[in-house]
């Protein structure tokens, strides 16, 4: 019984993996990749490391070391990620809406131009 | 689960193929990442785990900052190019 | 039949790992190409775990482990390049 | 010698580091085996004494037993909140018509310990939907997949306030 509940809740994972690459096709600009993408599909990886720890009881204690891992990383470059796109420059998709962090990042520029 | 090896296998090619014939350097430099990526899985296949181990150790964190350096140092784009 | 689930879900991966890899090759820009390898290297954890369960070796299991430890240093000194150089 | 471990609380600390590291080595070698638990604690005990020091970013956190059942509480509810927000990002994902409405908004946190606003801009960034791309004094700017609200205050009720909730209790 137990291998079966492993098996489904790793098809679970991979759904949402493949959910995670369908977005990351779909989205129009990095950072609604990243959203869709390398977020999404944290869910997917810890629930397929979970349900292969079920399925083979013995690796479970390490498979969750792991998830825990990808937790804590995953966020990490993501941000990163986001940083990097918005500091060089890529702009937004067209349906954006507002974007506070370049009026926030504009008027210091000027700033420093005329303190300098 | 031999389809996926054959997947993978496919999918070194074509990124290796794209990685050749791409412009941008840091976007070769990504695609490489990808192929020692699915060359650690093969090595696993292969019954391979130490290989596998130093190979993603490596190509994780070691190659890629090497690469990025050296691109640093030189230029952009390749040669030939003046756009 | 738990088999059967688990080869299915291990191809389900193996696919979405085809579909990353089409934004990693036809990415418009740098930085679309090294979210997708987050995504891929992410992907590519649970299949290395999954070839180790189905070979029934633990040993395996450590490859997954140092990814799962060291995959983001690698995007993230691409983001630090990308935003302002090494 | 003695200057590292000046106070009682860095000798909790350090024992901590010690017990941690010892965990972690046990599930990584996966046997109770003598000679391997001997040298797993050697080798945290090392390690935990070279990372013990007068570091200031240092995890100023006192354990107590409400902060532990708030952690508790709080790692639930991030696991509801994940869950929840990775079906609406599949229902987005799905639709023909991608509705999507994206904007960088501007939130502010009450938070004040560094390791707080930590684990606040990497809870939000764990849930799809959000995502923190920068951090300015007490100020997120996040990227938000759908922008429900075009006031501040509104925002920061939406996205912060359920995680700053628990972290107010276990880090302030």
Redesign the interface.
Known sequence: MLPIIGALVVLVGAAFMVLAAIGIIRMPDPYNRIQAGTKASTLGVVLALIGLGIYEIDLLPKLIVIALFVLITNPLSSHALARAAHAAGVPLADETVRDELAAARAPKVIEEETAS | MIFVDVLVCAAMIATAIAAVFQRSLISAVIMVGFISLMVSYLFVRMDAPDVAMTEAAIAAGLTTVIFLIAIRRTEDTESGDKE | MAEIILVTALGLAAVALIMGLYRLLAGPCTVTRAIALDLLTLITIPLLVGAAVWAGRAVYVDVALVYGILAFLGVLALARYLEKGI | MSSRLSSQKDVGSLLANWLGLLA?WI??V?TFDTQEVIAGAVVAALVSFMATGPNPARWQVVLSPRRLFTLLAYLGYLAVA??RA?LQ??A???SPE?A???????VRTRLKSPLGRLVL??SI?????T????V?GDEF?I?W?N?DS?DADDATRRIVSGFEHYLEIIFG
């Open positions: 972690l599930i990584f996966g994940i869950f990775n990002m599949a987005i994902v799905l991608l999507i409405r994206p904007g960088i908004v501007r801009a990497n960034t764990l849930t799809p939907g995502l923190s791309v920068d300015e700017f990227h997949i922008v075009e």
